[in-house]
């Protein structure tokens, strides 16, 4: 292969980039964050042959067809939607010169098995209906063994019992996902870590589909007798049930020195007295009272307060998703390309695969590196 010039898509700091210009007699490395390529610009050993750029747009315009004999792109694809990385794969392909090698890598499923053919995979459009937060959840394991803090990676399979499709992916501003997750519960039933881990699903799950998943969860700091609690969760709105009220639960005894806090029950909602009342049926059992609270005003009164601990409970258990959502930000979104649709978009770009590389890493997420080369037409 001739090294006349090179393409590192997703460049960041420049370190890839730095490597290949010691190679080739050119090297370009695009980045979309500002940040990133001033880091790169600044650490740059070799200005005459490197060069970085930023790039914000869907394509790469900026660059002439077939400019490259060697382009790579490593851990950048598996942050992108898949509609817009399948977008960038054909920008790599027009920009890779005749008989020149592309090594890309992204993410083929996080689920024991590939999604069927012609599965879809739409964003959500916005909180689903109530009705719609029905599931079936299974997982083999009765009972887990793990030492403290450690990572397990948990197969579950997910069934949609509602009348409603669950949208496979997040919304605008990264919001609405459905996804599968987890608490930790104290031996005594209580809620002592409200989330955990998160596994999106791998395509759309319509009306009665099932998918099976990966689950990475991470066992409590101390040792000890849990229960590990599977729900589902729909991000910024609700989890389907109440956190501590999920049927579907697995004990795990945890074992080894401590390796955090303690983990404590966390504080749950007290039972008002309004809320007491509203169980009586009062106008039912006792319609007489019923009339004389009407006639004082205290009815009235009691569905004001009513509305307001419901609005307070709705705010804090938006609160707990945000704070939920936040811990995990420093995690960059993951998606998935099912390897099948990959080399039927390379074929149909006249490219041939030479090879691909699977691992499974720990987070369940089945990683392909794709080595490629573009087909001189006779």
Same mark, same amino acid.
């Given at each position: ?59 790469? @315009?900026?660059?002439?067809?077939? =400019? ?5 792109? /490593? ?16 920008? /790599? ?78 919304? =605008? ?32 799950? @319509? ?90 005003? /205290? ?44 080399? =039927? ?34």
């Amino acid at each position: 292969m001739p090294r006349r010039r090179a393409l590192d898509f997703g460049c960041g700091a420049g370190r890839l980039t730095q490597a290949l210009a010691s190679r080739f007699e050119r090297v370009d490395g695009v980045d979309i964050a500002p940040s990133m390529v001033a880091a790169a610009r600044r650490h740059n050993r070799h200005p005459e042959r490197c060069h970085y750029h930023r790039n914000a747009t869907p394509d790469l @315009a900026l660059f002439e067809n077939e =400019a490259f004999t060697f382009i790579c792109s /490593l851990l950048v694809l598996q942050h992108m939607e898949p509609r817009h990385s399948k977008a960038y794969l054909r920008e /790599l392909l027009r920009l890779l010169a005749p008989d020149g090698l592309l090594v890309f890598q992204v993410p083929s499923r996080r689920s024991p098995e590939e999604p069927p053919l012609g599965a879809q995979q739409t964003a959500a459009s916005g909180p689903l209906p109530r009705e719609a937060r029905r599931a079936r959840i299974a997982t083999t394991p009765a009972s887990l063994r793990a030492g403290t803090a450690e990572h397990l990676l948990l197969e579950v399979e997910v069934e949609n019992c509602s009348g409603h499709t669950w949208p496979c992916l997040a919304g =605008a501003s990264e919001q609405h996902g459905v996804h599968l997750g987890n608490h930790w519960l104290l031996g005594d039933g209580s809620v002592c870590q409200l989330d955990d881990g998160r596994c999106p699903l791998p395509f759309d799950l @319509a009306p009665g589909a099932r998918a099976r998943l990966l689950l990475p969860v991470q066992a409590p700091a101390w040792a000890g007798d849990y229960v590990l609690e599977l729900d589902m969760v729909q991000e910024d709105v609700a989890w389907f049930q109440a956190p501590g009220a999920c049927s579907v639960r697995v004990r795990c005894q945890v074992e080894g020195d401590p390796k955090g806090a303690r983990p404590t029950p966390l504080p749950s909602p007290a039972l008002s007295v309004w809320r007491r009342l509203l169980s009586l049926r009062i106008r039912d059992s006792h319609p007489r009272l019923h009339q004389a609270l009407r006639a004082t005003g /205290l009815l009235a009164l009691y569905w004001r307060l009513r509305r307001a601990l419901d609005e307070l409970s709705r705010r804090r258990d938006e609160g707990r998703l945000r704070r939920a959502r936040r811990s995990r930000e420093s995690r960059m979104a993951m998606y998935c390309v099912p390897r099948r649709e990959v080399v =039927a978009l390379l074929e149909a770009e006249g490219a041939h695969v030479l090879h691909v590389d699977q691992e499974l890493d720990p987070g369940g997420f089945e990683s392909c590196r794709y080595w490629v080369r573009r087909i001189i037409s006779s």
